[in-house]
């Protein structure tokens, strides 16, 4: 049986498959936070936090950090979502050990304020990037509206005004509640000793401190709805986001929700590639859940020429509106699941894949599925549940968001 | 843990590449055919393109519509692309769909509809592409680097142009078709759990009679690179440039990579710490290597806020030259340690595999072993480097931004 867990006496939870076949080994700490446990105040410290811990702890400067991966080969690298903040590496299985040690060292980072005053331009660097980037401002407005005062409505980068703002002793403070070991799950998958790195991180982490840290409005939105129209000059194309109730990421329909997904909006042969791709209506389009704990969105959302916008918008409705009152087709549930069952045959090929399957499956549904499993549970997806879930998250029931340089 | 790998050249000229990886369940085919974006007609800018886009709107008895079906059903993920040199067809499944797949794939290959009412969408899509270029600058700014760095036809990109593409009809489409897609210097690549001999076997019946006779490449014309500013209202400016190096079939190819390893390999290398690090200046910094045909060239990025662009400019350069100065061990050692590790992560993927086998086949008419290749990684030192360093000195930069305001070079 290659799949294993344990709790240290403090609360974090380690999660792990081996597959000895495998040439390398895979392993990330999933922090249980993210931009939805901010306050206003502290927008982007969670995002801001994750560099911070990079740049050095009382054992490591910043470039002892990056020495120390890149010795060992390491792929490593960091994010942050809106509910998690994940840092993972991916090693040859004789460095294990090595990429457990740094990643429990620098997740007690030092937050030096000299450190902290440089990685601040980084930051705002990031920000800037993106704010040149008219399809990632698109998401972040859109889901600023849909969720109004849900804080999964918060951006993840924050604002300029924001991280310019923010002090080092606020994120401490932050970190002091937020990093603790009931709130981290250590996950690792491929070609390693179970046992070995058991003890690895026991010796690690086992002092990290073991009081919880909850999480406030757990609660599903639904979306304020209405039509939005935000007007950036600078964006050559208009990009429009459709976003509708799905269910969360721990909810049993997940696997419905992915599934339908595929259906209305995958890259090929689904109904927004035969409407609007196909005929070269947009540049692309795509249907996809966003899920979360206790709250999760469907967007379909396609980027276009201005002139296109009003057509394509009534066209993606009608598409949403007859799959609410038909749903799909027996056809495109076969096509959908032997899609599905390619991807998560050649995903799970790679340890890295593995590694955050089962950090997802532990973390929303404490619960492990091997591949075998996994494509039982898609395959599990019928006509029946399709209904059921577009009953209870009618996917035409829209906030809609478009950006770009039309006003009107 | 043995390779085993095959090769088979067929008599039209179409090479067969394979290798068998027996802890996978998958199987990744590429199909590279000579007719990528330098074959353009030149008042036709973008016909690969379409032409990539097109094949699979239909191929032998299927139309656009049952061609995707049997394919999503088949489990097929796929891509349609174009580079310089190639068209490139992959395809990934589980391994058991693999020769059902190949079966669509010669259709797709040697007998596509080409549909000429279809045309005019796939020219919509082609356009709507070229208009989201603009919202990505970061993409763009090397796209204007190259244009300008390489000389025609290797300057053009896989976008084409407006009026390239609406000057395409279908049977200007449907001419370029039958000149390129034809066996010679066509590769087939494909690795995961196939068995060798029915490959063998289906390939020979599905490509064996395919006509060869396709024209040799373009040979490049004589143009100095030139260095530009391109004036965009945005928040950053995008920095690119760019020197000649060491091409992939040239003995010093790992001593080109161990360079651009010591400058960009890993966040401990000297562009990340000197640039973003140290002095927070960008997000985004790095340089890399890229191979066109015979020459080689390295390429550096930044994004970074416009008041500071200069003086990240400044940085980058530096750091550029300082190389030339020397390269310690450690330095070295951390770039072998990344390059084995991606020679040993490569094995875990059929798509990797797949692509691998393909670009060595392209470029050096044989496919490397592992074993070749980690003594490849083994053999980097710094004297190696420095040595290519003094034959590919980073001077004559070509720099092209884009943003509110230009830059100067840095002399020297």
Known sequence: ?408 | MAQELHQHTLPNGLTLLAERMDHVRSATMYLLVPGGFTYDPPDRLGTATLLAEMLVRGAADRDSKRLALDLDNLGADRSESVGPFNVVLSAGTLARNLPAVLDVYADIARRPLLPGDELEAAQELALQDILGLEDSPQEKVILELKARYYPPPFDRSRYGTAAGIEAVTPESLHGYYRSRFRANGAILSVAGAIDWPALKGQVERLFGDWPGGADPEPTPEARAPRSEHLPKDTQQTQIALAYPSASFPDPDYYAARGAVGVLSGGMSARLFTEVREKRGLCYSVYASHDTVRDRGAVIGYAGTRSDRAQQTLDVMVAEFRRLADGVTDDEVARVRAALKTSLVMQQESTSARAGSMASDWFYLRRVRTVEEIQAAIDGLTPAMILEHLERYPAKDLTVVTLGPEPLTTPAG
């Open chain 1, 1 to 408: 049986m290659p799949f294993h867990t344990h709790s240290l006496p403090n609360g974090l939870q380690l999660v792990g498959e081996t597959i000895p076949s495998a040439r390398s080994a895979a392993v990330g700490f999933f922090v249980k936070t993210g931009s939805r446990d901010e306050t206003a105040e502290v927008a982007g410290v969670s995002h801001f936090l994750e560099h911070m811990v990079f740049k050095g702890t009382q054992r490591r400067t910043a470039l002892d950090v990056n020495l120390d991966f890149d010795r060992i080969g390491a792929n490593y690298n960091a994010y942050t979502s809106e509910e998690n903040t994940v840092y993972y590496a991916a090693v040859l299985p004789e460095y294990l050990a090595d990429a457990v040690d740094i990643l429990a060292d620098v997740l007690r980072p030092s937050l030096r304020g000299e450190d902290f005053d440089t990685e601040k331009q980084v930051i705002l660097e990031e920000i800037k990037m993106y704010e040149d980037a008219p399809g990632s401002m698109a998401w972040d407005h859109a889901r600023r509206i849909y969720y109004a005062d849900h804080p999964l409505g918060n951006t993840i980068l924050g604002s300029t005004a924001s991280v310019g703002a923010l002090s080092r002793d606020q994120m401490k403070g932050y970190f002091d509640r937020r990093y603790v070991a009931p709130n981290v799950v250590a996950a690792a998958a491929g070609n390693l000793d179970w046992p070995a790195f058991v003890r690895l991180v026991e010796s690690k982490c086992g002092h990290w401190p073991a009081m919880p840290a909850g999480r406030e409005h757990v609660r599903e939105a639904r979306g304020k709805g209405g039509l939005h129209i935000l007007t950036q000059p600078t964006s050559s194309q208009e990009h429009v986001l459709v976003m509708s109730p799905g269910s969360s990421a721990e909810s049993p329909l997940r696997y419905t929700a992915a599934t339908l997904a595929i259906a209305v909006g995958d890259d090929s042969g689904s109904r927004l590639y035969w409407a609007l791709v196909d005929p070269g209506l947009v540049e692309s389009a795509s249907c996809g859940t966003d899920q979360g704990q206790g709250c999760g969105m469907t967007v379909t959302s396609f980027s276009c020429d201005p002139d296109g916008v009003a057509g394509n918008l009534e066209i993606v409705r009608k598409i949403l509106d007859d799959v609410q009152r038909d749903g799909i087709t027996a056809e495109e549930l076969a096509q959908a699941k032997n899609k599905i069952t390619s991807r998560v045959v050649r995903h799970s090929e790679r340890p890295m894949g593995r590694m955050r399957s089962i950090a997802s499956s532990w973390i929303y549904c404490q619960e492990y599925s091997d591949v075998d499993r996994e494509l039982a549970r898609f395959d599990a997806v019928s006509l029946e549940t399709i209904r059921e879930y577009l009953d209870r998250y009618p996917i035409n029931e829209a906030t809609v968001v478009e950006y770009g340089p039309l006003t009107s």
